[in-house]
């Protein structure tokens, strides 16, 4: 059931239509859309003009909202506008709030899930290994204790934050920057579909519209509007995480940063916002004590598995990122302990391989015995 | 008057007998050659009757007919001057026929009368005995590659007036080299002189061990090919026979240095090489890369560059342990049991990790690339990282070196031998399926590892089985005839996942 008023079901219309426009007057790829988004229709129009404004008029004057329920319905979405009382609250903060919203997977699990507290977890699209890490376990414990993860489905942080939210058994929610139908990049479609299995995808563009570049900064707008808290995990000097974050600190969130090498280029970014003053997080427990306060608020509730000291220190090894020859001078065990250890942990479901055979640190906290 | 003369062709790595007969009666002085000679054969009349009248023989001024039988069989090069010349000097009674009844000849005659060494010695002397000579005549620098085989008397002879002198008992070679006192090299570049890279020398030592074949992971630099070129000198050594087949390889292809091998053979061709000089091919199919790396190591290094056609030509060698190379109507078969060593970076970048900027698109693709049916046959993955300072520049206790890791792994391959008697397997990487669930009996608490094991990894059923091979072998270096929960482990800690979670 959508929650939308014909007015505004034929203002995103006109939205999908201009968007080439949109992109020709924005021009730089990651310039923001400024004011452009908060205009009335016909303002929008002939602040766009060019050659197919008498086109945009006439969809305007010919607009058919019982056809456009349909055409809605046909690609199993669903739209909320600003005037509708469910519309989520923090989202209607923002200056410029995507009206109306267009939705995948749910109109009622998309106001559940942004009822709870959202983190918004973003990052580079070509991120270290450490990072995937990092943005894979923050994913499932945030999900874990309840909270809504809202990324973008890019490639890198981005997706890797989703896997971990679905991880953790939580319903993530991401916003695109074409239409919710569209999934992109093409490559996640997997990605897409599980996350459409106990999660929204949503977006501002309707059903069927392509990506076009101001859609990214545009949607990491949504991304902050949705959330209390934005955690970049690791960006570059020119990354798109940083209007991110810019929006974050624009709206009024919480914004927050994990350290990453502080000579490796790409956490350049985002160590340059821990060091203006972005939070500084280590992992699940600090976003929820930047959410909550400290000690207060939900903690994840993980199962804990127990090990000997041997396939803790092994552990300990994957987690600091150490290779077998490390680890195995620093446990005193044999290399061919250590990858029995790597193994066993496997095994236990504490590593996995990463694309080319090494391993890294996935699944719940361990506690020695 | 008719002689004829028996001699060899190389054919791949064997060779076929070839009979040359000559026919010298009156008639406007001509000299003739017939049954599919190429253009080298043909030129053979010019050198034939130049070696002769320069050795002080005579060249009959009669017409002169020969003919290379069986004539279905290719004949090239230059093999056949010492036969012709010797097939004329018999139907010129210049030399007695009997002599050459049982005996067969082979070399390159040089215009002064002088026999040049050839390719292929063992081949020629393995093929004489085959077919019941008892003496074999060839070039004096090739007597000592082709005293290695039995039965057969090698005279080395160093051109055609010795050989002539030789018929008549008025001279004779020195008698090869008593060949027995050959002893297995134990040179060769060490284990001890690599520092660092534990867990792939572990890796080395387990694949050295069960003869699987093994991919090594790690940035350039990292000592890589290092760690390769030190895997022959911890095989158990070639055996005499084993020594044999190697340089009868080496001699045809002319990489031989004219005495028997004493490691097993290296090769590491570079990535842009075709794959028929992968699997051998031309056309007189001459032997591959992997056909000389026969009962050696083959080493790719960059295997992600080498071109899809090629990896793909490795897999039926690598499951069959020969090639079978097709050339017009004929077939021709090269041994091919090799280890298989792979080498590549972490990903396309080929930076350290920190410093990578591959995203998940570059990483993915890189990773097909190397997937596929060739990783089926690679049973240990393991990685390297570039060597730290401190242990470069580290003085004291140096690392094990090649002598006591072979013992360990001689060791290993003995318990292996003795169990896998009477089957068609060697070692334990040769096992099938059928195999491995004999020898690798799995009780419950073994099913229990295995269960968590396929669980928490998502393995198919050929990673089981390899698994399972894989943990047999470090069973058997680490001298348990049992195999235990933590051989399992260990097993599942080096398998093979390259593009697992890429291709997720």
Known sequence: ?369 | MLASVATFAIEGIDSKEVCVEVDVRRGLPAFTLVGLPDTAIREARERVRAATLNSGLEFPMQRITANLAPAHIRKTGASFDLALAVALLCASVQVPRDWFATAAVWGELSLGGALRPMRGAVAVATGARRAGYERLVVPAENAAEAVLVDDVEVLGVPSLGKLVELVHDRWRPDPPEPRREWRPSGGGPDLSEVRGQADARRALEIAAAGGHNLLMIGPPGAGKTMLARRLPGILPAPTFEEAVEITRIHSVAGLSNGSLATERPFRAPHHTISPSGLIGGGATPRPGEITLAHRGVLFLDELAEFSARTLEALRQPLEEGRVEVMRGQRSIGFPAAIMLVGACNACPCARPKVDCDCDDVARARYARRLSGPLLDRIDIVCQLEAARPLELVSGGRGPVGSKEVRARVVAARERQRRRLAGSSALCNADMDGRLTRLHVRLGARLRARMLDGHVGTGMSARGHDRVLRLARTIADLDGRERVQPDDIDEAVGYRMTIGAKAAA
């Open chain 1, 1 to 369: 059931m959508s929650a939308v008023c014909d007015r505004c079901l034929r203002r995103g219309a006109l939205i999908g239509f201009l968007s080439p426009q949109i992109q020709a007057a924005v021009g730089r790829p990651r310039a923001r859309t400024a004011g452009l988004l908060t205009l009335g229709e016909r303002e929008m129009v002939a602040a766009l003009g060019g050659s197919p404004a008498g086109a945009a008029r006439r969809l305007l004057d010919e607009f058919d909202p019982a056809l456009a329920r349909e055409d809605l319905e046909r690609s199993r979405c669903e739209a909320i506008c600003r005037h509708a009382a469910e519309y989520p609250p923090l989202l209607a903060e923002l200056h410029d709030p995507p009206n109306p919203l267009y939705v995948r997977g749910g109109l009622d699990r998309m106001l559940a899930l942004a009822a709870e507290p959202c983190v918004a977890v973003v990052g580079g699209r070509r991120p270290s290994d450490y990072a995937r890490g990092v943005a894979q376990r923050m994913g499932r414990g945030l999900a874990s204790a309840g909270i809504t993860v809202v990324s973008g489905l890019a490639l890198g942080i981005d997706a890797e934050s989703h896997r971990g939210a679905l991880d953790g058994g939580g319903g993530p929610i991401a916003v695109l920057a074409g239409g919710p139908d569209v999934p992109y990049p093409r490559q996640h479609g997997g990605l897409y579909r599980r996350v459409l299995e106990r999660g929204v995808v949503v977006s501002e563009l309707p059903p069927g519209t392509q990506a076009r570049k101001w859609g990214f900064p545009a949607r990491n707008r949504i991304m902050v509007g949705f959330a209390t808290a934005v955690v970049v995990v690791e960006a570059r000097e020119a990354s798109g995480s940083l209007i991110t974050a810019e929006f974050a600190q624009d709206s009024n969130r919480e914004l927050a940063a994990v350290p990453g090498q502080v000579d490796a280029r790409v956490a350049a970014g985002s160590n340059a916002l821990l060091h203006s003053g972005a939070a500084f997080v280590r992992g699940t427990e600090d976003v929820l004590d930047l959410i909550f306060g400290v000690g207060q608020g939900p903690r994840p509730h993980l199962r804990p598995v127990e090990l000997d000291a041997g396939l803790r220190e092994v552990l300990d090894s994957v987690e600091v990122g150490e290779d077998v020859g490390r680890a195995s001078a620093r446990s005193g065990l044999s290399p061919g302990e250590v990858r029995a250890a790597l193994g066993r942990l496997e095994a236990l479901g504490l590593v996995r391989r990463d694309s080319f055979g090494g391993y890294e640190r996935s699944g719940p906290p361990a506690m020695s015995t």
